[in-house]
């Protein structure tokens, strides 16, 4: 079974085209399993950087929570548990960029993921978004992020 991140990130990858998620994110759109635990680096995710300049390109970066249950909504007889699981969508690019670009892409996952409905889910909710951050492990890389809430009954035929 693919992971809630991995299908948010093939959903993305769909969107192509002039100002949409691919054209902006030159760098690519990941997930942990792409990068391993160190994350985004030379090494780990060569194509993320600019080969001439060696500065990292417009990328996104999705990760996912663990799955948890929504106290009170459960129906023990057909073993039914309402839970939810929140994917963080971490957009980052060169520090002396600046945020416009990171700017929209979060635009863009808004325009593509809210009211989304993944097969078997229900739609996608923004929860939270944080702008002007910096990412010290990156070089002070520009960063923005994104967290959505989706929710799901739990059964026994759609084990999450």
Known sequence: MSSHAKLIKDYLATDTGAGKWNTILTGGTFVYEDAGRFGISRQSLASAYDTTTGLLKPCSMIRERSLVPIPGVYDPNKKLAGVQVMIEIYVLGD????????????????????????????????????????EAELTDACKGRADYRIVSALTSANPG
């Open 95 to 134: 520090g002396d960029a600046g945020y416009d670009t990171i700017d929209a892409a979060l635009a863009r996952a808004y325009y593509l993921l809210q009211g989304h409905r993944l097969t078997g889910w229900f739609d996608c909710q923004l929860t939270a978004r944080f702008n002007r951050l910096r």
